[in-house]
Each structure stands twice: as structure tokens, then as C-alpha cells.
């Protein structure tokens, strides 16, 4: 029988160099094998090689087009140039110049290597470079016109297509803006070296020092940002004067008011706001509660820090209930504005100077007196006159009517004592607006007109339909000149007078034909408002005398703005959407262009008044 012939196959065997070749093998009938040459490549076969598996001069030409950098090139060559020799001679004869080389760092580093890699900004001047740049970053292009997000990024309004690199520069730049350095981290970086010396030498207690050290620069950052403030205000001061404010009155419409929210000055606080207040010409505003915490905050509504903290102060065991800024008086109207008054349920107040942050505890005129004594046991009510020379407190006895003691905010001195017949005693009183008297306000709805320089009770007067009166306020326009009582707004200076009352009744009297010697008994209110079903617990005149705040305390959102000398509530604002809720103190800006509203829960809004 004759012998099978066998197919050929074929074995698949490395070669020496770079590239595969197939070996055919064929077995002979004695099975032997065929002759072991590899026959040659042709073209065909070598670009497919190539295409697929890559070669030595193709793999060294795509490294070098990835690096940048004349430096590093050199490095890389030197490197494949050392590689070169050890396959051929097995690093035998290799010098060690090409087998290593040193690290030097950046500062070795050719001319115009950070400019080439977008170094040459923030992070040159800081001293700091970055551990790894993306050389893909050059390669991306993003547009900035075409995206409503990013056109805040742009430098020309022109601009539009930008590299990836200076995109994430633009991008650290804009939060920068909108998230600034800590306070604490700047006063860290910025420690005089000669206290970190000293500190370093410490011993076991160097942490507490350290602590006790961050806490007072802190402080004083705080206080000198405060000092500054009132230093370099005068233009403010110069602006908010009254001449100028008078002949810049804007004239607000009735029943639509243009009004919009601006930043809050605080969103959350550990206790209710009771007493808030504007300074009469920086743009500072007070606050104060029951935490026996005073708070000031700078008026700015605008990022990247909106109403910034200045400064607070903490009294300890002395829940606050009224806190006032000083009035200037008309021989210097700065000097005596950056002193604030604090009083509680003590029998004592404190002062507080800004200018030099000293707290003085007055309590002698109390302790004194033997009149003061008996009828003076609580001094949380108090009230600034205008012309900052006076300080009146509401009595604590009830017996036979009440009493409001006057004393001198100069020499703390005790004046004089009005009293009234009044069942329940002193709901509330107001200063004129010329500051030499005030308006006693009777829980029985009798109203009194007290003279402070003739120490006497000039006439009297019953709150129309007043079953228990809550709260009085004047307000209108400004008085003329010194001595010339009356005129233009009426009686003390003020045109209009408001009375709330404990059933949300709030009713507005014009002041204009009163005079000392014509006070009518029973007058008839200009208008009465029903829109507060609660008992009135705050009313606030505007400056220019367009505007009454009226709100109350003990009900959610009980705020009205009432239009001036039209005596319109207006009808689109506050809105079911407001965020007021509970109002426990509110206070309008000397220009009235501010509304700020402190509620129970700590928050302080802020509104804009607009023409």
C-alpha cells in the first residue's frame, strides 16, 4: 500500500529581530523535515508589520513629540542614547555622566519655562509652582461668548476662545472673588517672623500660646477694621449730612412701593433681635438681644462679604433690652456718634466707646439719689433725645401713674422727673424733634407734652379711641433752627405723631397747628389704621417723614408700610412670601433708602427702597 502523502502545516516561531515569521515544515514519508530557511519579508509584509506592531525610529519620534521643554528633551535623548550603548555593549564602556543625571529643581530651569507653562501669575509671586502641569491643557480650546456662564470670565467683551490653562486660571480667580481668604488665614500668613521665632522656642505650652496669640490678632484685626472705617469716613459723613440730605428728597409714590431684598445681614442668631438700629451717618448697623450679645455690622450689601461683622461684645449675665447709638450733637457732629448706650433689667447701664473700645458700667446717679432710688429700680427702657444731651429712662413704679427720669449723657448727671396720672403707668415716650422735650405716652391712652429746659408739663392730650396704648413715635420734618419751636413741622419740630395701641389700632395725628399754648384735648387723627390685629409693638418714621413702619410682635409677617402725608398702607408689599415672620425690632436708614427687620429667630433682613 502506498504511503499517505501528508498535508503541510505550519508553525508559528519567533524571530531574532523584531517582526514574526511563519515556518512552514513539511514531513516527508519518513518523517523528516523540509530545509529550516525563513525566506525574506517583502514590502507588503514589512508595512503591515509596521502598521501593526510599530518600530524602534517611530516609537522614539512619538516620545519626542510628547515632551516639552528643551531640558527634558535633552534628557530624554541623553537617556535613549545611553539605552542605545547598553544593548550594544552592555553598559560596560558607558560613562556615568550618561547613566544618571541630577534633579536640580525649578530654579535651574530655562528662561521663559514658567511663562510657556502659564506660571508666571499667582503662583510665581507666592513662591509656589505646581507638582505636574497637563501638557493637554494647551490643546483645549474653550469659548466664552457662546456660554452665558462663562462670559463673567472674560476680561474684553470682545473675548471669546481661550486654552484650557488660562480657562482654570480665570476660573481660581473667580472664586477667589466670590470665596476670599479667611481672616484667620491672612493674619497666620501675615505674622511678624520675630513671633514665630519666639514661639518656636517655646515649651510644653507653646499650643496655648499659640491659641491665646490667633485669638488676640483676631481682635485686633477686628477692631482696627472697625477704627479705619471711622477714620476714613468722612465723605460719608459729608454725604449724610441734613442740608444735603434735604436737598436730595426723593419723592416715593403711594400704595406701590418699589422695594427689593437685598443680602441678609444675619440669616440665624442665638436669641431674638430686640433692639436694631443705623448709625446717623457711617454705614454701620446695631443690634442686640437677649444673648447678652451686641452686634455691629458694616451696611454692604454686595459680594464677595456682604454686611460683614465688625465687631461685637459680650456682657455677661445682662440680657440686653435696649441698645442706642449716641446722637451727635449740632458743635460736633462726629465726635460723640461711635459711643453706644446698653441697658437691661438692671439697675445700671453701660457705655461703649468704639473709637477706643472701653465698656463703662454707670451706676452712681442710680445709687445716689434717693428720688432715682425708689422709682428708678430697672433701666431696660431708655431713649436718646436727637440732639444727643439728654437720656431718659421709663420708670419701674406704678403707683399713683409713672414716671421717666431725664439725665444728662455728658456728665450722667440726674435733671429732672416727669410724671403723669396715668393708670398702669408709662407705656412709652418720644423725644421732640428739636430734642428739649418729650411725649409721654399713658397705658390709659393720655398723652403728655413735657418741656425738658422749663422742667414742666405744657398740655395734654387723649389718644382717640385708645383702649390701652402701646407705643407713640413722631416723625415728619426736620426743625428749622435752634429756638425757633413750631415751625415747620409743629410742636418740637415733628409734623406727625403716632399711637398703637393694644388692639392693633394704629392712628396718625398732624402736628402742625400745635404749638405750646394750643394743645387740644381730644385732637382728631389724621387717619386711622385697622390692618394689625395685634397689639402694636413697633412704629417707625422715616427720616424725610414719606414713611411709617407699624408692625407687631406677636404675630407672624404683622409688618404694613404706610405712605406719607397720603397715610395709604401700601398694597404689594409685604407679600405672603416675605420672609419676616415673627418682627421683634425694625429700623429705617438715615436716607431712607434701607428697611432692615430683625425677627425672633435672630435673622435680620434687609431691604431696598427705590424710588
Known sequence: MAPTALRPREKVVKRTGHGVGVKPLLDDAEGGSTSDEIPDKDETEEQLEKLVFGDDAGFFEGLKSHLTGSQLTHRTERTIIGAEIAEDENLESVADENLFFLDSGADNLPDGWHDTHGLSGDNQDTGRTPAWVDSDDDRLSVSLASHPQLRKLRNAEGEDIINGREYIKRLRRQYERLHPTPVWARVR??????????????????????MSLDDEVLEQSSSEALRDLLRSAGSLVQAASPSQQSSKLRKLRPEVLDIQRTKDITVKGPSSVDSLQFHPYYPLILSSGPSSTISIHQVFPHPPNPNPLLTSLHVKNTPLHSTAFLPPSNSSPTSDSATIYLSSRRRYFHTW????????????????????????????????????????????????????????????????????????????????????????????????????????????????????????????????????????????????????????????????KWSSTTIPLNPTPLRTLTHLTTPTSHLEFSSDGQMLVMASRWKKDALRLVHLPSCTVYRNWPTDRTPLGRVSSVALSPDAGLLAVGNEQGAIRLWEIRE
Not at 189 to 210: H, I, T
Not at 353 to 360: A, E, N, P
Request: hydrophobic content about 30%.
Open 353 to 512: 466707646s468704639l473709637t477706643t473700645g472701653v465698656t463703662t458700667k454707670i451706676a452712681r446717679p442710680f445709687t445716689s439719689n434717693p428720688h432715682l432710688r425708689t422709682t428708678q429700680r430697672t433701666t431696660e427702657t431708655f431713649r436718646l433725645s436727637p440732639c444727643g444731651r439728654y437720656i431718659g429712662f421709663i420708670g419701674s413704679a406704678r403707683k399713683g401713674g409713672g414716671y421717666v427720669n431725664i439725665l444728662a449723657t455728658q456728665s450722667t448727671q440726674w435733671l429732672c422727673t416727669c410724671r403723669i396720672d396715668s393708670r398702669g403707668g408709662v407705656a412709652d415716650f418720644a423725644w421732640w424733634g428739636d430734642g428739649n422735650g418729650i411725649v409721654i405716652a399713658g397705658k390709659n391712652g393720655e398723652c403728655s407734652e413735657y418741656d425738658v429746659q422749663e422742667r414742666r408739663v405744657l398740655g395734654r392730650w387723649v389718644d382717640e379711641g385708645a383702649v390701652g396704648t402701646t407705643v407713640i413715635a413722631l416723625g415728619g420734618d426736620k426743625p428749622s433752627s435752634k429756638g425757633d419751636r413750631g415751625k415747620p413741622g409743629g410742636l418740637g419740630g415733628h409734623r406727625f405723631i403716632a399711637t398703637g395701641s393694644s388692639s392693633g389700632i394704629v392712628n396718625i395725628y398732624d402736628r402742625r
Open 189 to 210: 500668613s501675615q505674622r511678624p517672623r520675630n513671633l514665630m521665632d519666639s514661639k518656636s522656642s517655646a515649651s510644653d505650652d507653646g499650643a496655648d500660646s499659640d
